[in-house]
């Protein structure tokens, strides 16, 4: 009788041929024996070609064009690993990164955990590509503490099975990480996150289209958050959405001016940050008012 792998490694995948060959070849180089990697793709640039190069990967390909949230969905649901690790396909594992994960979920009962995000080739890096990535992940930049979290990392977390399926059933056949950790959190038990799990980001989103998607995210989170709220509760969270922008930045700025790295990337990147936290707090007051639409559609990265 065949054992359950100790680790499956989920990533969902559209148009990432840049990054996707980098992203497996350092994963593949981590796994141990029994171990499994499961991509779930939609992708029309390539990205499949190159994917199918590494034959211990399993691919799962959708002509159709499938969100990140379904996508991550159909490849959990094939999933047999004890621990279900959820990377991005631009996400570069560190040395060491999948025995610390599985070591973390041996030794912390936490049924979520995440790791630190550093951006690959800081040095060599765009003004604008660090713009994304303090406003997606600089919160996790090393230094990261361990310990009991309130958020953690999408391109970098982890999840006992327990947490994602009930016996052999996926418990979410669409799989929105901030709800789903919501609703861990709401049963009690805080996320957790592991500082030695480390990905390099190495992601070559152009800044209009990184623009866009924070719209959508933005109007996507709100719609489906107030589904079942009054009309004035979701009035008056649309009224307030303008505080939004600064607070985030405050938050986002205090915890990574506190890491003492790259400090002078953030203060040349603060007219961005504004735009960017911006344009996701207009993309919530949309949601709030209207639904949010076809935008839950479009979130492809």
């Not at 180089?29 to 499994?36: H, I, K, L, P």
């Not at 991509?39 to 159709?64: K, W």
């Not at 970098?156 to 669409?174: E, H, M």
Request: charged share 20%.
């Amino acid at each position: 009788m065949s054992t359950s792998p100790e680790l499956t490694v989920v990533i969902a995948a559209h148009n990432a041929g840049p990054v996707i060959g980098d992203t497996l070849h350092a994963l593949i180089a981590e796994m141990r024996d029994g171990d499994e990697v499961i991509v779930g793709d939609s992708s029309t640039d390539g990205t499949v070609d190159i994917i199918r190069r590494f034959a211990s990967v399993r691919l799962l390909h959708y002509d159709q064009p499938l969100t990140v949230p379904e996508l991550r969905g159909r490849a959990i649901a094939h999933a047999r690993g004890r621990i279900i690790a959820i990377l991005d396909p631009f996400s570069v594992v560190a040395s060491g990164w999948r025995d610390v994960v599985v070591e973390a979920h041996a030794n912390c009962e936490h049924p979520v955990i995440g790791g630190a995000v550093e951006l690959r080739g800081d040095g060599r890096r765009s003004h604008a590509a660090w713009a994304l990535y303090i406003n997606e992940y600089g919160m996790f930049m090393p230094p990261v503490h361990a310990g009991a979290a309130d958020l953690v990392p999408g391109c970098n977390v982890s999840y006992k099975r327990r947490a994602l399926f009930a016996g052999d059933t996926p418990r979410f056949d669409v799989f929105w990480k901030t709800f789903v950790n919501w609703e861990i959190q709401a049963a009690g038990t805080p996320l957790w996150l592991e500082p030695r799990a480390v990905v390099e980001l190495d992601k070559p989103i152009p800044l209009s289209d990184f623009l866009v998607s924070r719209f959508d995210h933005g109007r996507c989170f709100a719609g489906m958050r107030s589904a079942t709220w009054s009309r004035g509760k979701r009035l008056v969270r649309a009224i307030l959405a303008p505080v939004l922008p600064p607070l985030l930045l405050w938050r986002w700025s205090r915890v990574y001016w506190a890491k003492r790295r790259h400090r002078r990337r953030l203060i040349e990147t603060l007219p961005l940050q504004v735009a960017l936290f911006g344009v996701w707090a207009a993309g919530e007051a949309c949601g709030y008012l209207l639904g949010g639409g076809q935008s839950c559609r479009r979130l492809f990265y």
